[in-house]
Nanobody, 117 residues
Framework: QVQLVESGGGLVQAGGSLTLSCVVS????????MAWYRQTPGQGKQREVV?????????NYADSVKDRFTISRDNARNRVYLQMNSLKSEETAVYFC?????????WGQGTQVTVST
């Protein structure tokens, strides 16, 4: 069974930095994409893609986090990271790790990031 476990969430002051980590286990098929999503508090909120890392190493970012966040992976591609700098209070959310293969999409359970003022 595939498992994705996020860590690194917590409380950080606005303007501060935080790094999230996601450990992937049980992956057999090749990974096409690794990504981070977030879901802000409130009813009816959808998960929003924050950053994505393609099979070939290309990165894409939401406009709101461009130049502040960095997605990366280890050489074995069983860990994906999200370095978040200059955090804003509106970025308080549960952050989710996602891994996509040719046939499946897998999600972690999320890690809470709270940005205080």
């Amino acid at each position: 069974q595939v498992q994705l476990v996020e860590s690194g969430g917590g409380l950080v002051q606005a303007g501060g930095s935080l790094t999230l980590s996601c450990v992937v286990s049980g992956i057999i098929s090749s990974i096409n994409l690794m990504a981070w999503y977030r879901q802000t508090p409130g009813q009816g909120k959808q998960r929003e893609v924050v950053a994505a890392l393609t099979r070939g190493g290309s990165t894409n970012y939401a406009d709101s986090v461009k130049d502040r966040f960095t997605i990366s992976r280890d050489n074995a591609r069983n860990r994906v990271y999200l370095q978040m700098n200059s955090l804003k209070s509106e970025e308080t959310a549960v952050y989710f790790c996602q891994v996509a293969t040719t046939l499946n999409i897998f999600w972690g359970q999320g890690t809470q990031v709270t940005v205080s003022t």
